[in-house]
């Protein structure tokens, strides 16, 4: 028992601790994981501290700008903005983890058993990934959208990794095929390591800084593939998302063109917002895995 | 090998007409070519001895390494371990091949993972292998085996990534990963060629004393006569051209007297730093400086575009190693 205790401590010092030193070391890591620790919270406990709720509508209070009793401002319908910011944030950063982690841990596997096995497997894995590649994401995406029109998250999560996976299959091929000729992995196959073995602790960590800073990348192409398809329409409604709520900001409020209404676009300025931190962060987190980046 | 009193094989390792063959493509066409990297060389290594297997690059000797632990397989012939042909075999018995059968790879930068610690480079094998209880002895075993390869104290090291290794240190661990599993046979292939010139001694020595103390035989591959001389003085030398073992001697004895006009020009070629020496040497007078390319198949004897004494004979048959007096030479006039 308290063996495991101990593992664990030492775990989690290395997954957590030690990189969180890196990172906040210099003036972009901090910044960038500020900015995600804000939406973090946003989307955990942030539903705590909302006064309102977003889906009453009160017309008399419509297109109010930025006030004590609404820090935001209100939309068309007259919902407090800050609030629906706030609930919106949970579906959207919700399912858009969930999409990156389809998206990733698929690409992973197909990339390293592709990469590995060589062969038969190879081909035919790389003719798969090809064909997915050849196709469109997005307008596939409208496409799949309109026809399921369903509102559970992990079933959206899973149409946005649909083709999300496969450019990064063929790049975890690509790293992969380099590491299987390494001298390491030959003396390991010579001392009787099972294949299993070989791909998850030889390649896998020697992989796994690739993988964590394009899982970033898939997080933010998840957050505009979804907030684009609810702001198309193509999703179930629901008033707080932020989707939603843009498209109604633009349609109905006009807030493109009248700078008075910008606060209608601050689930906008959140995704800008929220991309610059996550942009920083793997910047940072480039510096964790290669020690000779790093500036201290 | 005795087991049970009947006689298996006399040698650990052997191959009889062992041939590897690899197709490229060549030019815009992609004209498939084939090339024969190692060329029906049959020849035995005896338990507890020490070879060096020489030869220019290209010529096949890495390759050949690589077919003796199975990592690559034959064309044709045969590749047996204790007279058993380890590709025609269980596979509980070719685990037990592969666990005898180990690789000191030729770059120690490269042997180790970047990633992990020396601590991964050593205990999964030793678990793997059930020579160990628990992960408490296993790490056991592997600080004994990190001492044992000179790098003390073991529990500053095995705590280590491979980055905070110098060369030499990184090629200590990776002997010691080598023969974790304590195996039989081990093929160095280049060990110490991209060491500085002051550790490949104490390397090789490690090599000997380990290679006494485990009663492990040991095939060291290299392309310097020197380190070979150095580290088998007390074995074999086995000299390879182009896919061909062309001699195989006692070291001193062949260094001495060589017997094959290869192995003559391969000695006569090493500069000597004495210039009174060099310039009593006779020069063998090689008939061209170019070696023939692999892709072009060559009749009879490989040597015969370059050899001095070469006969009518020997460009249409190719000479097989044969017993003259202890050494084996592939030649119809040595």
């Known amino acids: 028992m308290v063996q495991v205790k101990e593992v664990l401590i030492r775990a989690l010092r290395k997954s957590v601790y030690d990189p969180l030193k890196i990172i906040l070391r210099s003036k972009r890591g901090a910044v960038g994981f500020a900015i995600v620790l804000f939406f973090a919270l946003m989307a955990t406990v942030g539903s705590l501290i909302v006064r309102y709720d977003p889906s009453t509508v009160n017309l008399s209070e419509a297109l109010q700008p930025p006030s004590l009793k609404h820090p935001l401002g209100t939309d068309w319908f007259g919902r407090d903005i800050l609030a629906m910011l706030i609930i919106g944030s949970q579906d959207v950063l919700f399912v858009s983890f969930v999409a990156a982690l389809i998206t990733t841990s698929v690409a992973t596997f197909m990339g390293i058993i592709s990469g590995y096995m060589g062969g038969k497997a190879d081909s035919i894995l790389v003719g798969v990934t090809d064909i997915v590649l050849t196709i469109p994401g997005f307008p ?5 959208a309109s026809i399921l029109r369903t509102s559970n998250p992990v079933l959206l999560a899973a149409i946005l990794s649909i083709t999300a996976w496969a450019p990064l299959s063929r790049a975890i091929r690509a790293q992969t095929l380099t590491l299987r000729e390494r001298g390491f992995i030959e003396m390991a196959k010579c001392l009787g390591m099972p294949s299993i073995h070989i791909i998850t602790n030889e390649i896998l960590p020697n992989i796994m800084p690739y993988i964590i800073i394009n899982g970033i990348f898939a997080f933010t192409g998840a957050i505009y593939a979804q907030v684009g398809l609810f702001m198309l329409g193509l999703a179930p409604y629901k008033s707080q998302n932020w989707g939603v709520m843009l498209n109604l900001s633009v349609n109905y409020a006009g807030a493109v063109f009248s700078i008075k209404q910008a606060s209608l676009l601050a689930p906008a300025i959140c995704i800008i917002l929220l991309q610059i931190g996550l942009v920083f962060l793997s910047g940072s987190l480039e510096e964790v895995f290669n020690p000779r980046l790093r500036s201290g | 090998m005795k087991d049970g009193g009947e006689i298996i094989s006399e040698y650990v390792v052997e191959t009889r007409k062992l041939t590897k063959e690899f197709e490229v493509s060549i030019g815009m066409l992609k004209a498939r070519a084939k090339i024969r990297a190692v060329d ?68 120690p930068y490269d042997a180790l993972n970047p990633a992990k610690k020396l601590s991964a480079a050593l205990i999964p094998q030793i678990l793997r292998h059930k020579m160990a209880r628990g992960r408490d002895e296993a790490r056991k075993i592997a600080l004994d085996l990190l001492e044992r390869v000179g790098l003390s104290p073991p529990e500053d090291f095995i705590e280590r990534y491979p980055s905070r290794l110098s060369g030499g240190q990184m090629q200590r661990v990776v002997i010691a990963r080598a023969i974790s599993v304590k195996p039989q046979f081990v093929v ?17 020595d490690m090599l000997h004393k380990i290679g006494e103390e485990l009663r492990t035989t040991f095939l060291l591959i290299t392309h310097d006569l020197g380190v070979a001389r150095y580290f088998a003085r007390n074995g074999k030398i086995a000299i390879m051209y182009l896919g061909d073992i062309v001699e195989v001697g006692e070291t001193e004895e062949t260094i001495r007297n060589p017997l094959h006009p290869y192995t003559k020009a391969l000695l006569a070629a090493i500069p000597v730093p004495d ?59 040595p």
């Open chain 1, 140 to 144: 596939l995406l409208i496409v799949i």
């Open chain 2, 40 to 107: 029906e060389v049959s020849f035995g290594i005896k338990e507890g001895e020490q070879i060096a297997l020489v030869g220019e690059s290209g010529c096949g000797k890495s390759t050949l390494g690589r077919l003796l632990l199975g990592l690559l397989k034959p064309s044709s012939g045969q590749v047996l371990y204790k007279g058993r042909d380890i590709w025609h075999i269980s596979r509980k018995e070719f685990e037990e091949f592969r666990r005898n059968a180990q690789i000191i790879p030729q770059n």
């Open chain 2, 188 to 204: 160095a292939d280049e060990a110490v060629s991209m060491l500085d010139a002051s550790l490949r001694v104490e390397i090789l």
């Open chain 2, 275 to 333: 210039p009174k020496i060099a310039r009593e040497r006779k020069i063998i007078p090689l008939k061209s400086i170019d070696v023939p390319s692999l892709l072009k198949p060559i009749s009879g004897c490989k040597f015969h575009t370059r050899c001095p004494y070469a006969t009518g004979d020997c460009e249409k048959i190719k000479p097989e190693l044969r017993l003259i007096s202890n050494r084996w030479v592939a030649c119809h006039s």
